[in-house]
């Protein structure tokens, strides 16, 4: 069997017992700040293990991309040394919320494995949690004599382990449970029982049936839980090499349609390669990379994206080894998309972008990769001069902050060299960076959880009106308090919370003896969350409320936010279909949109776009805004986000024949509604992305009044006509730099309009004459001219000319042909700056300085004549 079969085969297993296949979430959990990647299958299902989100199924399967290359599933190291670790891969997964639980788990994963897949059972051992006295857990009986019963697996592989292996927990506090683990045992012998949880490669484990039945508290006391879950995950590319009887999972055909493309490109085989561990890094880490790209990752220096910048390094640096100097990872796209395509749909709609931001980063690294080994070069000779074995923490710094080293390039780069890194130093230097990063990251509430809020309506609630009402009679569902914030949930609300980009409705929710305001509206799964401010204690009478949003605030939002739709298509039309949303921000006084583009924007595709948006405003277009299927969207064309999930309906927002986009944000009716549409920025934000921003509405026209405000300023200071400014500032900046070059001139005909005096006042020292010359307000240029003049027309001569310029000081040191195997003037002119409080250098025979204490000008010309003594 093919791996794109076995994926298939697993899920269509699951949907004959009834599961709903829900695709992979996003492997760039962008609505989840404590995630760098989503890491594995069930973080997409974590509000329902929360109780703070619903599902319309009960039981689930799916094929989820996962990266773990950090932090408690750190496996960056690994990759490409060993046969079966990876940073980019798939976790094949099964879930019942609430619905099954142990006997039906066991039962359909040993049907499957054994049956389906036809696995010998003599290889296959099962583990159960075998109890903790430290939380009072007794062994998991139930599990073990559901393995007796529901399956034929030989008793004896039937294996008690600990906490460590056998019970998991999702993080500190939380849902938690006891699991059970089905491992293969590869041996020739079958004699690897006890090699079951040792880390071997003889004996693996390839699924995890995870059952949830306990909650976490922040004390640490475990108490059942009311729902109880199922969350399994079984290595897709650990399966693949079971069935396929491979020994590496990279000789699977998972992998090799990629080692057979960077073969092409080396000019060598894998299978005869010396370097197949650069083979299998760089395989590894193009899934990474593409799948993170196409799912809105972007390189960067910060949080995730310095993770995709190291990953990216690394296959860089190892395709050195196959001797690929020039950027080659994009070039390994297309077969990628052609082998895992059809699986993941989003990695082929945005195959171009993938292949366009790898090869801008390549190019980005191999500018700087040069210089950086000559740096790193001349580190290790000194170290190694001195025989010292670790590279100083400031020096990797310096690696990774000037040249763009990751940590682990340099790390590679010593071992080679049988040194090591200082990491404690390295990260003291990093602290800094770290704590600008925690900062930028959003977190944008505390969760309140389920035994908090106080219930006043039980069912469902949360129920958006919001598309058609800005006012609504309604209900509480709940509340809960902290001070004088109170949180509010509604069985229906006209309150929009914030999403895809948009910002969350602000207003008040009136009530029998009180107002609150609202001053923001988030979610939490499928609830909405109205934050309030309220002065004492709130203890509504009964659960009727109206909720009305600051309608005003609203209008200039909506305005904006239709204005993102359509700078998008005016700027694919200009730009060409590479562009793509990469993020958008819109509240009521501005939109920022941020796109995929490779350089920046001219400022004639500027205005080209500004018109084109305002045209289509001009033209006054309805709105068609209807809800359909997500395959039927999609096949007419409609746009999607970069990382958004969307379920089996959305809702289309088509402008005419000009935009059709997934979306769930809320809009004007007519494009006139808009008003005038101006960009006021344009930047580049990482690489391959560039922001704009923009306004619309009233604050245009605000703008384009001061705008007109000041050019009236300006024609009337400049007495020129409106047409004519730029001539005339242009003619004024000519007059200045004209005046500006006619003073310098005059100025160096004065410095040297005596230059024979000044040799003359040369004074004599050991048959050696030195110069020593001040002038007043004369510029470091104007200095060096001075010092070449006298150069030219003196032999066995040294000379300092210094210059007082307002609250600075400069200096020139220049030394004669014939004396430069005795005297330097970088080095004369350093020592003479120190005594100024300044320094400086330069070459042997001619070198600049600067100097903060201008008092200290006398004092530092005696210096050098002392220095020539």
């Known amino acids: 069997m093919t791996s794109n079969e076995i994926r298939k085969q697993f899920i269509e297993f699951f949907k004959s017992k009834k599961h709903t296949f829900v695709p992979s979430a996003s492997v760039v959990p962008l609505d989840d700040p404590t995630l760098l990647f989503t890491n594995a299958g069930m973080n997409q299902f974590k509000d329902v293990f929360l109780a703070k989100g619903e599902r319309p199924y009960s039981r689930a399967a799916n094929a989820q991309k996962c990266i773990r290359v950090s932090g408690k599933h750190n496996d960056l190291e690994e990759v490409g040394h060993d046969t079966y670790h990876h940073t980019f891969f798939e976790m094949l997964g099964n ?25 010998p059972k003599e290889r296959l051992y099962a583990t159960v949690f075998g109890g903790d006295t430290e939380d009072g857990l007794e062994a998991d009986t139930e599990a073990e004599q559901l393995w007796k019963e529901m399956t034929n697996i030989p008793h004896d592989h039937i294996l008690r382990f600990g906490k460590k292996d056998n019970f998991w927990e999702m993080g500190a506090t939380g849902p938690c449970g006891p699991c059970s683990e089905i491992h293969i045992d590869l041996t020739d012998d079958l004699s690897g029982g006890p090699l079951v949880n040792a880390g071997v490669p003889e004996v693996i484990e390839i699924w995890n049936l995870v059952f949830i039945q306990y909650n976490r508290d922040e004390q640490g006391k475990l108490t059942l839980l009311p729902a109880k879950h199922v969350d399994t995950g079984a290595g897709f590319e650990r399966i693949v090499a079971v069935l396929q009887k491979k020994n590496s999972n990279y000789d699977t055909d998972v992998f090799s349609p990629l080692l057979d493309e960077i073969g092409k490109l080396a000019g060598e085989k894998y299978e005869q390669s ?118 100083p923490g400031t020096d990797v710094f310096k690696l990774y902050d000037t040249f763009g080293f990751p940590v682990d390039l340099t790390r ?61 009679n309604t209900q509480i569902s709940r509340f809960w308090q902290n001070g004088n914030e109170v949180r509010i949930r509604l069985m229906k609300t006209p309150f929009y919370a914030e999403s895809g980009g948009q910002v969350g409705d602000k207003g008040k929710i009136e009530g029998e003896g009180f107002v609150l305001d609202v001053i923001d509206t988030q979610k939490e799964g499928n609830a909405i969350i109205h934050i309030c401010r309220y002065e004492g204690e709130f203890n509504p009478e009964n659960d009727k409320v109206y909720a009305e949003i600051l309608n005003s605030e609203r209008r200039k939002t909506i305005k904006n936010h239709t204005a993102t739709h359509l700078l998008h298509g005016a700027l694919r039309r200009v730009l060409g279909d590479h562009v793509h949303q990469a993020g958008s921000l819109v509240t009521p006084d501005r939109l920022r949109f941020d796109f995929t583009h490779f350089e920046k924007v001219k400022d004639e595709q500027l205005t080209e776009i500004e018109q084109i948006v305002n045209s289509e405003i001009q033209k006054d277009t309805h709105l068609e805004i209807v809800n359909k299927k997500f395959t039927e969207a999609k096949a007419m064309g409609a746009m999607a986000l970069f990382g958004e999930k969307y379920g089996d309906v959305v809702r289309t927002v088509r402008i005419g024949e000009f935009s059709l986009e997934l979306c769930g944000g809320t809009h004007v009716k007519d494009t006139g509604e808009i008003g005038p549409f101006i960009i006021v920025s344009e930047e580049g934000i990482a690489s391959g992305v560039r922001r704009i921003e923009a306004i619309t509405g009233p604050k245009a026209v605000h703008f384009i009044q001061q705008t007109r405000s000041y050019v009236t ?106 004396l430069l195997k005795s005297y330097n003037a970088g080095n004369l002119v350093r020592e003479v700056a120190k005594v100024a409080g300044g320094g400086g250098g330069g070459r042997p025979h001619m070198a600049t300085a600067g100097g903060k204490d201008v008092a200290k000008l006398d004092e530092a010309m005696q210096k050098f004549e002392e220095l020539i003594g």
């Open 95 to 119: 879930w019942s919320f609430g619905d099954y639980y142990k006997k039906e788990a066991i039962a359909w994963a040993w049907e499957l494995l054994t049956q389906v897949w036809k696995l």
């Open 274 to 391: 010396a370097e197949k561990i650069a083979f299998r890094v760089i395989a590894d880490h193009i899934r990474m990379l593409s799948f993170s790209i196409a799912d809105g990752g972007l390189p960067s220096n910060e949080g995730r994206g310095y993770v995709m910048r190291r990953i990216l390094r690394r296959a860089a640096r190892y395709g050195r080894k196959l001797n690929m100097r020039e950027p080659f990872i994009y070039k390994l796209v297309p077969r990628l998309v052609e082998h895992m395509g059809d699986a993941y749909p989003e990695l082929k709609d945005r195959a171009d972008h993938v292949a366009k931001v790898i090869q801008s980063e390549e190019v980005h690294f191999n500018r700087t990769l040069d210089r950086g080994l000559e740096i790193f070069e001349k580190i290790t000779t000194s170290l190694q001069k001195k025989k010292k074995t670790v590279i």
């Open 412 to 472: 590679i780069l010593a071992e080679e060299k049988n040194l090591s890194i200082d990491m404690d130093a390295f990260e003291k230097e990093m602290d800094q960076q770290r704590e600008r990063a925690r900062s930028a990251a959003k977190f944008t509430s505390q969760t309140v959880s389920t035994d908090q809020w106080t219930i006043l309506n039980e069912g469902d609630d949360s129920s958006f009106v919001g598309y058609e009402e800005v006012a609504f």
């Open 713 to 818: 300023d300006i024609t009337q200071i400049l007495n020129s006509p409106e047409n004519l400014i730029s001539d005339k500032i242009n003619g004024l900046l000519d007059d200045k730099k004209r005046l500006e070059k006619e003073l310098a001139d005059l100025k160096a005909q004065q410095l040297s309009g005596n230059l024979d005096g000044i040799i003359a006042s040369a004074k004599s020292k050991n048959d050696i004459k030195m110069i020593l010359h001040k002038v007043e307000n004369a510029d470091m240029n104007q200095l060096k001219d001075l010092g070449d003049k006298i150069r030219e027309k003196v032999q066995s001569t040294v000379g300092l000319i210094g210059s007082k310029n307002d609250d600075k000081l400069a200096f020139v040191a220049f030394v004669s042909d014939d």
